[in-house]
């Protein structure tokens, strides 16, 4: 990865292992080195202690790797210390991947050994052949979702490949038992061929409850997800349209009662017409908005026009009911809501100036938004982005969780949309009205209720619509 990447990324901890000879150590001066630097030493830690010399890790936030090219360099010319290597904590985590399979029973005999497998697996084999519905019950594919990926539209990183892309992939798993205690394991695809892809999930799909795909390109994600959720028994959910669809959603619930606006009355923008943009205006439109406009490449998307994408002329086709037309200017003068899912500084302050009373604009390009919030915060009823460094994040972890607990628990046959409006209800209850602010719409990702209250109410939007194959017992 360039040195460019590195710094896009934001700031980095790494760990600089120093050999420090004894009668010349001088701390004093490496601290004013490293922070004329740009570098921030949160921790020193003796790793050894010589007749002559000492071994010491300085743990040091820095900006970018060339920052820490900097501060080692000098470092390394002081007399008496010798910079022995560097390790950036990031890095040192992910070593061996982040995730592992552990046995849920010990195998302490022989006894143990035949029931777990030969020759008494035997058994249970043959009562999931007789009736194939037992695979929920007595073998993982109860708790456990598939997290898939073809690696080509990573976000902040684009078309990076399928192996750069486990790591984000193993994190996703992470989340997944972290937040839900659902088991959830990575699987990158070395193939870009729709076909291909939609035939390996369907050869792997036994092994699992559910799919969650991940971060493959548009308009191919489409196709897959519909055919997949068409030739599949077990949910399917494409977390990169339908998640970040969910906590749009739900932050503009709340952030609609902070501006005193209602969703039918609001004109909402739409700028960035790909998979998230299209999911996003499905579930407003759902959810009751009568007037939504989708921008693009092209300026506002109007029906009867022949887009290049076919995505984007049926988008066109369900979408601005009063055929505006002009550029993403055009669009937003008048309007209440602004949600972007394109590229960083696609707005000015004088857009938003445009915009109707109490404006509210979800900002959502990583890692640079269409506008800064600090640009606007006087001026907008709420301001959101898809980043944690400003307040109210619209993050996907919110939702995913919860949502696959739910179909799980229940066993849904599909996570329709009732589901998703219903997950989105959910996280926006978390917050009390009387909470509500323009800095607080959406809750902490930490907040432990968020999986219970998506889970309760998606299971009930499950039965209610006829896809829940079981009935918890509390739902009874």
Do not use: W
């Amino acid at each position: 990865m360039g040195q460019k990447q590195q710094k896009d990324l934001g700031g980095n901890s790494v760990i600089i292992r120093l050999e420090i000879r004894g009668d010349r150590m001088n701390f004093g001066l490496v601290a004013n080195i490293v922070s004329s630097l740009g570098g921030d030493i949160i921790a020193i830690d003796t790793i050894h202690i010589g007749n002559d010399s000492s071994i010491r890790d300085m743990t040091v936030n820095v900006a970018d790797a060339t920052a820490v090219i900097l501060i080692t360099d000098a470092i390394g010319k002081i007399p008496g210390i010798r910079v022995v290597n560097t390790s950036d904590r990031t890095f040192l985590l992910h070593l061996g991947g982040k995730i592992e399979v552990t046995p849920k029973v010990t195998i302490q005999n022989r006894d143990d050994l035949s029931r777990v497998y030969t020759p008494d697996v035997a058994r249970v084999c043959a009562a999931i052949q007789e009736d194939p519905i037992k695979a929920f019950s007595l073998t993982i594919k109860r708790n456990t979702v598939a997290v898939i990926s073809d690696g080509t539209a990573v976000l902040g990183l684009g078309n990076i490949g399928s192996r750069a892309a486990m790591p984000v992939m193993e994190g996703k798993a992470m989340l997944f038992k972290q937040f839900a205690g659902v088991d959830a394991f990575p699987i990158c695809l070395d193939t870009v061929d729709t076909e291909e892809i939609i035939r390996t999930v369907k050869a792997i799909s036994p092994a699992f409850g559910g799919i969650n795909l991940e971060d493959i390109a548009s308009p191919r994600c489409f196709e897959i997800e519909e055919r997949l959720r068409e030739e599949l028994d077990i949910p399917v959910f494409h977390d990169d349209q339908h998640g970040t669809a969910v906590v749009t959603y739900a932050g503009l619930i709340n952030a609609l009662k902070v501006a005193g606006k209602s969703l039918s009355e609001a004109t909402v923008v739409v700028c960035g017409i790909g998979a998230a943009g299209v999911a996003i205006s499905k579930i407003l439109l759902s959810a009751g908005v009568m007037e939504l406009i989708g921008v693009d490449k092209e300026g506002i998307l109007v029906q009867g026009e022949d887009y290049a994408n076919p995505i984007k002329t049926s988008y066109a086709g369900y979408t601005n009911p009063n055929r505006r037309t002009g550029t993403l200017r055009d669009a937003i003068k008048g309007a209440d809501v602004f949600i972007g899912v394109s590229a960083g500084g696609m707005l000015i302050r004088e857009d938003v100036m445009e915009m109707a009373s109490q404006p509210i604009v979800f900002a959502m390009a990583n890692p640079h938004p269409e506008i800064l919030p600090g640009d606007i915060d006087d001026i907008v009823a709420v301001a959101a982005t898809g980043r944690s460094d400003y307040p109210n994040q619209i993050n996907n972890v919110l939702c995913f969780p919860g949502i696959f607990r739910a179909a799980l628990d229940c066993r849904a046959s599909a996570i329709n949309e009732e589901m998703k409006l219903a997950a989105s209800e959910a996280i926006a209850s978390v917050i009390a009205d009387d909470k509500l602010s323009k800095h607080y719409i959406v809750p902490s990702v930490f907040d432990q209720s968020v999986v219970e209250r998506i889970r309760d109410r998606v299971i009930r939007a499950a039965i209610d619509s006829g896809v829940a194959r079981r009935i918890p017992k509390e739902y009874r």
